[in-house]
């Protein structure tokens, strides 16, 4: 009995570490090794940004990704903004916007990475005469640079300048973006 028990505990023992020799066996916990492997594949991120005054705004945007090489991503999101303009008393106003944005990255150094996106977003704006608010669909292409700090496991801290091309009348975009955002596994 005595034998069979250590018998017992060195399979165990011996099989448990032939286990975690396999890279792909606990992957993020989990112990499928195929879902396991699917998973590292993806990063989740995202932005949130505001400002308060005579004009408030908050601007918030999730992205879910898929790294199609270890040094490049693809990837979707939902964008969120909220717009109170007080700078007119007459002409004061709230909008919501919604919309989603497309986007590819490119690590190119440890560090830095090439960004570029497409963001779509329908929100309400002031007709030509600034008479009455109408909705529209405003997209918006951009592309930069940035630079990644990584904080703690997968946690990366991303800054990036942003260049908007052909932004639309409608844009609350300038020509310059510069966008700080914390991402999940890139």
Known sequence: MKKLLVLF???TIALNS???????AYVDGFDNPKLGALLTHFF???DISGS?????YFYFAPTLGYKIANDMGVGIGPVYTYLHDARLPKKEYTTN????????????????LLYAEYEVINVDVWNVFQTNLSRHTIGNGMA??????????RFNFTVMGLYVFAPSKYSYYNDI???AGINLGF
């Open 18 to 24: 032939a286990k975690a020799q396999d890279s792909l």
């Open 44 to 46: 989740i991120g995202g």
């Open 52 to 56: 308060g005054g005579d004009v408030d």
């Open 144 to 153: 930069g640079v940035g630079y990644t700090q990584p904080l703690f496991n």
């Open 97 to 112: 916007g919604y919309g989603g944005r497309i986007f590819a990255q490119q690590r190119l150094f440890s560090y830095t």
């Open 9 to 11: 505990a060195f399979l």
């Open 177 to 179: 973006i510069i966008r």
